[in-house]
């Protein structure tokens, strides 16, 4: 507090504010009246409560506001319910965590305050919270009457004194309000002209070091250690000399934690400061404090793999905890020694360690399961050292299950890795790519890396530090976003949601622009940060519409519990019940947000007309429901789709016009402009820094003559810069000429190898038949592949799934097939080099010039003729046709297999068969050969026939 007073005149005045607020609470019955009750310290707070309840002839109505809320009208609603009390007293305030947000919303509905709360509310704030209220508050807090209540002298300098030794002790854990009120009252007995004794002030210096720690503000809390250590090493008060040690080398472990690139030196001045502090508390006999912080040394010399100084630390800290320390401690150290065997290839002895450590924890009651994952992943290792792959797949998968990357993110990504690896060797490689594709997710959420491919972009998320102020991980809009100007989209989509002008908007973009990125890492996390008006935004994405009913009123269901902490009991197993639902949610101060992303999907999903009447009818009863909004996102040449909806039913929310420009949203590419900073932006945040100039060339690069950055590409070619570690313009030089292609050619072939040894042949074909000796990139469909290929289907569409996912190829929606086309031209020229220089002699086929056949074998009798239907496909001087007809007829060979040039893997095997062409009753008896296990070649007296049908 700012206004200085005698010691002795505060308990008079504290008595003297409760009888004005008793008085101000009486003449304030019947209507709504605001009473701010300023008081900075929770034990003079509860004090003052219990002697208001004797005093106050009046009921007082008491509620505690929840952590997690955004709005306080909202909340008080909930709360109370129909009932109106006498007065309200509300607690919680100052430990909302987006103060900010809730100050603001509560402004702008001041007057729905006035209007449905006809009784005195009494707010406790403190000095922080009331100069928030000031700043955003600023109408609502001009209605207030303001009431202080302040604490002594004597008991400020005694709380000081009290709490300072506990927390040194260790018998009290600092937490944000403790840490805020030893501040606040040092500040207090400032402003009152007291000073501190050296001892008191140097033990505040180390509250405000951990209270700046919570906070991670950790050069300010080095500063504040490194000065209390100064005292105390000047009185030789060894406890807490090895104390602040402790704290000063956790202020290194989180600059290693933030630093990736320099993390081995901080670890190194965390082992040094950690080591100081055990010989400290050796020196002071204290082996209580020995056992408790030993294991933070041996994380340090871990991190360091410093294999042989951890063996002989734990050594000394096994007694140690038998005797001191906790159960987790005594299964760390078992962890330890089995990471120590696992380093020496003690294979069996790493796994019964780990198998210590994990039964050491299962004794444990109510352990989170998090604390398991770790030894189960050097389990795991050892398993796969032992040669147990399958047994080694099933632990990864239960530390993963285990694992919460929200505390451990290179844990969890360690996990991923190793369980990657071994199913990939195993020969699942779809399941490997997915663990691939959400290892790249995890990487670029906490920023381990700048680029993540064609994967959509998903919320910023920090990892939680226990010891520090983040109770709750929440998620923030992805850099990406919020670098450049899709910023201003994720505002401007944002206002349309808030305003009562736009119940239905449809956002519409070229594949590869960022439509799916925008909602999941943009659009959603705003919703999700910040109330619009007074009510909390619910928005529910849906991407998979095989059971949309099923999927939504789950996705619904979740959305509520994470937003109001209750569960819904409804069964939402039903249109009729979800629309009831999203009903009451209006009744409750939500603002429901439907998002139906991808949308096109839909409409190949249900092809029929009848099967999509019930979701038009879903649609056009929402949009008239109040409170609830609509977004569809589809790629914008499939919007002409839209007007069915328009044209089965009557849209007058919408002025029966779907299509209108104040309902699409258009979403492009990145301006040049935006790209760099983009790029600038990812690249800081996972300290991977590029040269300006390689910047600029970039840009450029992927701008080219268009103008504009497609953000696919940016992240693909992004991260195949990561992956290389180019950093400098010269580097990008020496790739080779246009470097931009060359990445590009690269990620491709990355994304080859993904497909596994034994289908690469296959993807390599797959690309090929996506290009033409135009230049041009024709579409296909999977029977067209499949059929040209001469492949099993299964292998065929595996291939297409990860070409497709990794942003190689476009999946175009369309009926009665979905076709597949390239993603770009520029890949043509490289790809049907390397099917040339590898001799695929699928090279030659032009499936755009083809006529269906009839193909038999000629030595099977009439009646049991077996038929294979194909295509014949024409080239200037030779015809072909898939082998795969020759197993489907049971064909057999006339002659025996001829090298080429005397090359024993390239062959040509003679056959005898059959073939009737479309339009034609007769059969024609033909030669064909099995040219290198890949094609039929037909000799050219037979394709002069086919040309003459033709």
């Not at 807090?141 to 004597?154: G, L």
């Not at 001892?199 to 509250?207: D, I, W, Y």
């Not at 401690?329 to 294979?347: I, T």
């Amino acid at each position: 507090m700012s206004n200085q007073q005698e010691p002795e005149n505060l308990a008079f005045d504290n008595e003297h504010s409760l009888q004005t607020l008793v008085r101000t609470i009486t003449l304030s019955q019947g209507t709504f009246s605001l009473i701010l009750l300023r008081c900075n310290y929770a034990d003079l707070r509860q004090r003052m409560v219990q002697r208001l309840r004797q005093l106050s002839p009046i009921h007082i109505r008491e509620i505690t506001l929840p952590a997690s809320v955004k709005t306080l009208y909202t909340n008080i609603r909930e709360q109370l319910g129909d009932e109106q009390p006498p007065a309200l007293m509300i607690f919680g305030l100052e430990s909302v965590k987006d103060i900010d947000t809730v100050l603001t919303s509560a402004n702008q509905v001041r007057e729905e305050f006035r209007k449905n709360f006809p009784f005195p509310i009494l707010l406790w704030v403190n000095d922080s919270v009331m100069q928030k209220f000031i700043r955003l508050a600023t109408d609502l807090e001009s209605w207030a009457t303001i009431i202080d209540f302040e604490n002594p002298t004597d008991e400020l300098i005694s709380f000081l004194q009290q709490k300072s030794d506990e927390i040194f002790a260790g018998d009290v854990t600092p937490n944000p309000q403790i840490c805020r009120e030893l501040e606040t009252a040092r500040q207090d007995l400032q402003n009152r002209q007291e000073v501190l004794e050296p001892a008191l002030q140097a033990s505040l210096e180390f509250v405000l070091g951990l209270n700046d720690y919570l906070h991670d503000e950790i050069d300010s809390a080095l500063a504040h250690y490194q000065q209390s250590l100064e005292f105390w090493r000047q009185s030789n008060y060894l406890e807490r000399q090895g104390i602040l040690l402790v704290n000063i080398a956790s202020v290194y472990n989180r600059h290693a934690e933030k630093n990736q690139t320099e993390n081995q030196r901080y670890w190194q001045e965390s082992r040094n400061y950690f080591q100081q502090a055990i010989e400290i508390f050796e020196q002071a006999q204290r082996s209580d404090l020995v056992a408790k912080h030993i294991t933070k040394l041996g994380e340090a010399l871990r991190r360091l793999q410093a294999w042989s100084e951890l063996q002989s630390l734990i050594d000394k800290s096994l007694p140690l905890h038998q005797n001191y320390g906790t159960s987790l401690q005594l299964a760390k150290d078992y962890g330890f020694l089995a990471e120590v065997a696992l380093e020496q290839s003690r294979w069996d002895e790493a796994g019964q360690l780990a198998g210590q450590g994990l039964q050491i924890l299962a004794e444990i009651p109510n352990l989170q399961s998090n604390e398991f994952s770790w030894y189960r992943f050097i389990l795991a290792k050892s398993q796969q050292g032992l040669g147990q792959f399958e047994v080694a797949i099933n632990s990864l998968k239960a530390a993963k299950a285990e694992s919460n990357h929200q505390y451990n993110p290179q844990l969890y990504i360690s996990i991923l890795e190793r369980l990657r690896l071994l199913y990939f060797e195993q020969g699942e490689y779809l399941k490997a790519f997915k663990i691939k594709q959400e290892q790249l997710q995890i990487e670029q959420q906490y920023g381990f890396r700048a680029f993540v491919g064609a994967s959509y972009l998903n919320p910023q998320r920090q990892a939680i530090n226990s010891a520090q102020l983040q109770v709750e991980n929440s998620e923030t809009i992805a850099q990406e976003i919020a670098a450049s100007d899709r910023g201003q989209d994720v505002k401007r989509l944002r206002e349309r949601i808030g305003g009562t002008e736009h119940k239905l908007t449809v956002i519409h973009g070229q594949s590869g622009v960022g439509k799916s990125s925008i909602l999941q890492g943009g659009l959603i996390p705003a919703l999700q940060q910040q109330a619009i008006g007074e009510r909390d935004a619910l928005p529910i994405l849906l991407r998979v519409y095989t059971d949309w009913v099923g999927m939504l009123g789950q996705s619904l269901a979740k959305a509520f519990e994470e937003v109001r902490g209750n569960q819904l009991f409804a069964n939402l197993d039903s249109s009729a019940a979800i629309l009831e639902q999203l009903q009451r949610n209006a009744d409750r101060n939500l603002l429901t947000v439907l998002i139906f992303d991808q949308f096109e999907e839909f409409f190949f999903v249900y092809p029929d007309q009848g099967q999509r009447r019930a979701f038009y009818e879903f649609l056009r009863v929402c949009l008239n429901i109040p409170f609830v909004k609509i977004i569809l996102s589809l790629r914008e040449d499939y919007l002409h789709y839209l007007l069915e909806l328009e044209r089965l039913f009557s849209l007058g929310a919408i002025n029966n016009n779907i299509l209108d420009k104040n309902i699409r949203y258009y979403l492009g590419n990145f301006l040049p402009d935006d790209a760099k900073a983009v790029v600038q932006s990812l690249t800081e945040r996972s300290q991977f820094y590029l040269e300006p100039t390689l910047i600029d060339e970039l840009v450029r690069d992927l701008a080219g003559d268009l103008g504009e950055v497609r953000p696919i590409e940016l992240q693909i070619v992004g991260m195949q810069l990561q992956t290389e570690k180019i950093t400098t313009l010269k580097k990008y030089h020496n790739i080779g000429h246009n470097p931009k292609l060359k990445l590009v050619e690269k990620s491709l072939e990355t994304v080859i190898a993904d497909c596994g040894y034994k289908n690469q042949e296959t993807a390599w074909k797959i690309l090929y038949l996506l290009t033409d000796e135009k230049n041009i990139r024709p579409l296909r469909t999977k029977d067209d592949l499949v059929f040209i290929c001469d492949e099993a289907p299964e292998k065929v569409e595996f291939v297409l799934n990860i070409l497709v996912a990794s942003g190689l190829v476009f999946l175009i929606y369309e009926m009665p097939s979905n076709r597949y086309q390239l993603i770009h031209d520029y890949l043509i020229k490289f790809i049907r080099n390397h099917n040339k220089n590898t001799n695929l002699f699928i090279s030659l086929v032009k499936h755009t010039d083809s006529i269906p056949v009839e193909i038999k074998a000629c030595d099977i009798h009439c009646d049991k003729v077996v038929c294979g239907k194909g295509f014949i496909q024409l080239t200037d001087d030779k015809t072909f046709v898939p082998i795969r007809m020759l197993r489907e007829i049971n064909a057999k060979p006339i002659g025996e297999k001829q090298y080429i040039n005397g090359v024993a893997t390239k062959t040509v095997q003679p056959y005898f068969v059959s073939i009737k062409p479309e339009g034609s009753n007769i059969f024609y008896n033909i030669e064909v050969f099995d040219w290198e296990g890949q094609i039929l070649r037909l000799g050219k007296d037979f394709i002069q026939k086919i040309i003459d049908l033709k």
